[in-house]
């Protein structure tokens, strides 16, 4: 008799498209709220060429197009992710999100409610607020 392997194979998970990598679609996540198929939940810091971008010009979405970030307001914020201070006004939306054993408010696109990224209360003056945004869910258009 063969001695039983400690490495078996995994049944596929019903409902997982065959060839997917990665964890299965989050089962909390609302039907209502798209993830753009640009972002990955495996997004690495640092990764995104937005993160240097200096020029004058707007941050939109990446899913519909809806300016969100006017380029005067990102900052720095040594966290490897596009930082900004405040969106345009009524650009995203927010609700709070309880994955990853922690409370957080997350951030989407008002328009087509794409996830862009979490707000934190660490920013600087004058909102003190740290809009921590997902580099591959904006496009920029300068100007």
Known sequence: MAPISRFRRR?????????????????????????????SRTY??????????????????AGCGQALFASDGKFESGTGWPSFGAPLEGAVETQVDRSLFMVRTEVHCARCGSHLGHVFPDGPPPTGLRYCINGVALDFAPG
């Open 44 to 61: 690495c810091r640092s990764a995104c060429a937005l993160l240097a971008e200096k020029r004058p010009g707007r941050f939109s979405c």
């Open 11 to 39: 049944p596929r998970t019903a409902g997982w498209p065959r060839g997917t990598l990665g964890n299965p679609p989050h089962p909390a996540r609302s039907p209502a709220i798209p993830v753009h198929p640009r972002v």
